[in-house]
């Protein structure tokens, strides 16, 4: 009868496996952090501080606008938005082009590939 294991033994070891799976995922999750924080050191950016936030300064310009005359001039993806290739072969005819968000996808499209045409009709 001593090689059999009592009520108060397996009890014990059960509750050992359970506290060791519930501390098992936070120390994982802590040395995942760990890795973040370094790759954050090796030179990326956090997005939310990357560009200017309101307020901004009160501006006027006689329409429409010229987004080089803008105080902080804005960013429609020039220079910061690199495409995938996901449009390759796709046409896209963008209306209101010229400016704002039209202009911001204008770019996105050809960006990834697209061949785009640009519609602009004049108001007046």
């Known amino acids: 009868m001593e090689d059999q294991i009592t009520r108060r033994d397996a009890i014990g070891k ?7 799976a519930a ?3 936070a120390a ?9 924080k ?7 950016t956090d997005p939310t501080t990357k560009y200017p936030k309101p307020p901004f300064k009160r501006q006027s310009q006689p329409f429409p606008g010229l987004a080089n005359r803008m105080t902080p001039v804005p960013d429609h ?3 910061s938005y690199v495409g995938s290739g ?18 911001a996808a204008v770019i996105a499209y ?3 590939g697209a061949d ?5 009709l004049p108001q007046g």
């Open 14 to 20: 059960i509750a050992a496996t359970v506290v060791v």
């Open 77 to 79: 993806g020039e220079k």
């Open 38 to 44: 370094n790759t954050n050191d090796r030179g990326l």
């Open 116 to 120: 785009v045409a640009i519609n602009y």
């Open 86 to 103: 996901r449009l390759a072969g796709r046409k896209a005819l963008v209306t209101g082009g010229d400016s704002g968000i039209g202009r």
């Open 23 to 25: 501390i098992a995922p």
């Open 110 to 112: 050809a960006r990834e």
């Open 28 to 36: 994982l999750a802590q040395s995942q952090n760990r890795n973040v």
